[in-house]
């Protein structure tokens, strides 16, 4: 019970107050890349993820025509990325692929989105 004061501090009634509490779990749970300028493509290339992101262990793997790019999480905090591209421009394959995997993943998303 909480009292009700007016201008002057004097008590005047009393009102009851419910303190509630929310517990809000965020998860990533599905994830669209969509490559907009590919200068001479027909059609955008699509980009497959496999995996589960998770904060203790997890393994991603990205596949599609432009790169391959793999992540896996160690305990040490410490983030090895592997790259690979066979697409006709290798520098935007890399850079892409380097990008997604280490910039732009499931669990970076995840720790960016704001609940309020």
């Not at 005047?12 to 994830?31: A, L, M, P, Q, Y």
């Not at 590919?38 to 993820?49: F, N, S, Y």
């Not at 999480?73 to 692929?97: D, H, R, Y």
């Amino acid at each position: 019970m909480v009292e009700d004061k007016d201008d002057e501090g004097n008590v005047t009634g009393e009102h009851e107050e419910v303190d509630v509490r929310n517990e809000i779990s965020k998860k990533c749970k599905k994830v669209k890349y969509v490559i907009t300028e590919m200068e001479g493509e027909e059609e955008i290339p699509k980009i497959e993820l496999k995996g589960k992101p998770s904060k203790s262990a997890y393994s991603l793997k990205w596949t599609g025509p432009v790169f391959q790019a793999e992540i896996e999480s160690s305990g040490w905090f410490s983030q090895e990325i592997e790259v690979e591209t066979s697409w006709k421009n290798p520098a935007l394959g890399m850079l892409m692929g380097y990008v997604v995997a280490k910039e732009i993943s499931p669990d970076d998303i995840c720790d960016r989105i704001t609940v309020w």
